[in-house]
């Protein structure tokens, strides 16, 4: 398996904190336990969202609200990386997001277990070519699971990672096809499997000066105890 240093992705990764249940229409018409559809916000650029959404150190200068065929969007850009997570503590939940990933950006992603003092969490990403789960724990970050998949860059994907116990889950839909990936975390190879943590996505460095990862329908479900 393939491990990458969390001090060199780190130094380019700047962390955001949710602080809440979604910054923006923070319900879930579902019964879930986070919503996000940003569609209370206004349209900005950079986006300051102010209630329900910090930055420590400073502002969210890396994200904007859009408008994508009428609807409003979550964007990531330039040429930074940024892991934002909610508040939401959990440790059998699926969190699931509709993403549209730039040409120019390396990878676009959703974070489950997400411990904001180690940095350990599951990550689920996808780069045009294949769809991934890492593993981050120890200082590192391990690939433990991944497939080819067809992607369509003029659509939404929906991205869903599923943590039930030590079996960690993950979706790609384009609503026509489906690509899934599992890891069975045996609680050894890699560290102890992941215990409680936070839900989020992830938006990482872009190969050019230019992009615009798009997220919108975040949402997170608890499926267990």
Known sequence: MKKIGLVSMFLWVFLTILSGCGGGKSHNPSGGAVYDDFESYTLSDPWSP???WSQPGGGLVSWAILSDNGSNVLCHKGDTSNL????????????STR????????????VGRYNSTNHNHYLLTINGLKVIIRKFSGGYGYVVADSDYVHDWTTYQTLTLSMSGSTITGTV??????????YNDNGTTYG??????YAGIASYKALTDVQNNLFDNFRVTVTSP
């Open 99 to 110: 993403v549209k990933l730039d040409p120019n950006a390396s990878m676009i992603g959703i």
């Open 173 to 182: 839909s384009d609503g026509t096809t489906e690509t899934t990936v599992v």
């Open 192 to 197: 102890d499997v992941l215990g409680t943590g």
């Open 50 to 52: 102010g209630n329900g």
């Open 84 to 95: 934002i997570h909610t508040k939401f503590d959990g440790l059998n939940y699926t969190v």
